[in-house]
């Protein structure tokens, strides 16, 4: 291996590394740009009308946050009787498909024999020593902790960036030492602003769609709390493809204790992953179109990624962050061939040249 290559390897590693070590640091940062960019040109027709960024910042701000606690409280009563009623679910589970694990348990009790043979009777005179693990509560508590400090830093940071856009972007310029790069660093950094609000925005705006189309559909199929299936179908689409497996899982399983028989209990995932299969298919397309232009292979390679880096807050930043990395392909030549990988356009037009 040259050295200039082992220097790569190193850099990758190092980068990797203070990724996943900084997440607490980073997450809320990036979060907070996204965010920033999502609703920045709002405030900027704001302000073309003569009102200040602080007032138009702050209304969305705090609209958006109210949104977010009011789903948060709506879900807050049924997830903690589902989180109380989990232990009797997974016994009515394993109640109803004890003849599908029968087979399973002889294959498993004989593996079990074979372990205990090959490994001897124990030396009574080693002691069995065990680590106590924190409980499900605390360790409940402390993630709450962590996602609050988190969604705190990220509503601060959110709001600064776009009391003071105007000036961050005109940092930016003018740290761009030539007039044309100037302009393309303008043209750039609108361009990225445009997509990502529109990208967020549309994406939303489905995802309340397909919560309200999942919602009736388990209304009619008679699953409890429908519109809590309603909320969590809708929280869980803005994962890309993770999040309708996810779905479809958890209600498999409270409909197997919720509905008999057996038969119709499928129907409720099989339901819930069609109105899934129709926006992404159909519904995602028509309404976003091709102007993402991204890689579908490249989305699952970034999702799986970010998903292992900073868990579920990284699968929902996955897609705007490669959104962003195409449009700084396009603009900068260094970065051409990370944009010939992720975008589906710049390959076809390389094809037709």
Do not use: C
Request: aromatic letters at 6%.
């Amino acid at each position: 291996m040259s050295i200039d290559r082992a220097l790569w390897v190193i850099a990758t590693l190092m980068i990797l590394g203070v990724l996943y070590v900084a997440r607490l640091f980073l997450l809320p940062i990036v979060m907070s740009v996204l965010f920033a960019l999502t609703l920045s040109p709002m405030v900027r027709v704001a302000r073309r009308r003569g009102i200040p960024n602080a007032i138009t910042a702050s209304g969305l701000v705090v609209t958006v946050s109210f949104l977010a606690i009011a789903a948060v409280y709506l879900l807050s009563g049924p997830v903690v009787s589902f989180v109380e009623r989990a232990p009797v679910i997974m016994l009515e589970v394993n109640r109803k498909l004890e003849h599908l694990r029968a087979p399973l348990e002889n294959v498993s009790r004989a593996s079990e024999q074979l372990s205990e043979l090959s490994a001897g009777e124990p030396d009574p005179s080693v002691q069995d020593v065990r680590i106590q693990e924190p409980g499900l509560i605390v360790e409940a508590a402390d993630e709450m902790l962590t996602l609050g400090g988190i969604a705190l830093v990220t509503i601060v940071l959110t709001l600064f960036l776009l009391v003071y856009n105007t000036l961050i972007y005109e940092k930016i310029v003018q740290a761009v030492p030539r007039f044309a790069d100037k302009k393309v660093a303008v043209q750039t950094i609108h361009e990225i602003e445009r997509e990502i609000s529109r990208y967020l925005l549309s994406i939303t705006v489905i995802n309340l769609g397909l919560g309200i189309a999942v919602a009736v559909t388990m209304w009619l199929l008679e699953m409890p709390s429908p519109y809590l299936w309603g909320i969590m179908a809708a929280a869980l689409n803005f994962m890309p493809y993770v999040g309708a497996i996810i779905g479809a899982v958890i209600l498999a399983l409270v409909a197997l204790v919720s509905i008999d028989p057996v038969g119709q209990a499928a129907l409720v995932p099989l339901a819930y992953l069609f109105r899934t299969s129709v926006e992404g298919q159909f519904i995602t397309p028509a309404v976003v179109g091709n102007r993402l232009s991204l890689n579908p292979l490249i989305i699952v390679i970034a999702v799986a990624f970010w998903a292992w880096i900073w868990g579920v807050a990284g699968v929902l930043v996955a897609v705007p962050l490669l959104i962003i990395a195409r449009i700084l392909s396009e603009q900068l030549p260094a970065l051409g061939a990370l944009g010939h990988a992720i975008s589906m356009t710049v390959v076809r037009r390389s094809e037709s040249e």
